[in-house]
């Protein structure tokens, strides 16, 4: 029997879509694209309001994009990642419906939701203070934690603002990075 999934999966297309059918009793809302209509827009409104949402684009600059419009008229909405090497296919194309099922679980057990605060939790000196910015791994340091978070990749800029958008402590990311390996 297939896991029930109560909120509408907001995804890019049908491939994404029929992927999550196969793996998940689940509906989904299809952005069609990165120019989000306003019918779009207001149908995940409704999700949101009826049954909650979650946002589960591909990890590429047009997913970002999507999710990124969709998060700026509805910055609480529950939000869904998979990182690149997980929604690869063999062709190298990137995509959710490329991910394994056990990966398509994962991401979707993992789901975050952003909190709208006034205090930041990581400064700009913390982000050089853990070395996930201004050092010569920090990129993969910030690889290393977003997929230990589930938070999806960004620059150190980017990391800091998902780090504050999600409430996620200075001591957690310092116990996360424990287990990195500086030598890898």
């Known amino acids: 029997m297939k896991p029930y999934i109560k909120e509408i999966i907001i995804v890019e297309g049908r491939d994404d879509t029929s992927r999550l059918n196969e793996v998940f009793n689940c509906e989904t809302i299809e952005t069609n694209g990165s120019a ?10 409704v999700a949101l309001n009826t049954r909650g ?11 970002q994009k999507i999710r990124n419009t969709i998060l700026e008229r509805f910055p609480n909405i529950k939000e869904a990642f998979i990182s690149r090497s997980k929604a690869k296919n063999k062709q190298g194309k990137i ?7 056990n990966d398509l679980k994962e991401a979707l057990e993992r789901v ?9 939790t990581i400064s700009k000196s913390d982000m050089i203070d853990l070395k996930l910015s201004g050092q010569k791994d920090s990129k ?18 980017s990391m800091r603002q998902k780090f504050n958008r999600y409430s996620i402590k200075k001591a957690t990311i310092v116990d996360v990075l424990k287990d990195y390996k500086e030598d890898v």
């Not at 989000?36 to 409104?45: C, F, K, Q, V």
């Not at 975050?112 to 930041?120: A, L, R, Y």
């Not at 997929?147 to 800029?157: S, V």
């Open 112 to 120: 975050v939701t952003s909190s709208v605060k006034d205090e930041e």
């Open 95 to 101: 995509g959710v419906e490329n991910a394994s099922p």
């Open 36 to 45: 989000i209509s306003n019918r779009t827009l207001e149908e995940i409104e």
């Open 53 to 63: 949402a979650i946002i589960f684009t591909d990890p590429d600059y047009p997913g």
């Open 140 to 157: 993969d340091r910030r690889h290393y934690v977003s997929e230990k978070l589930n938070i999806g990749y960004a620059n150190a800029n």
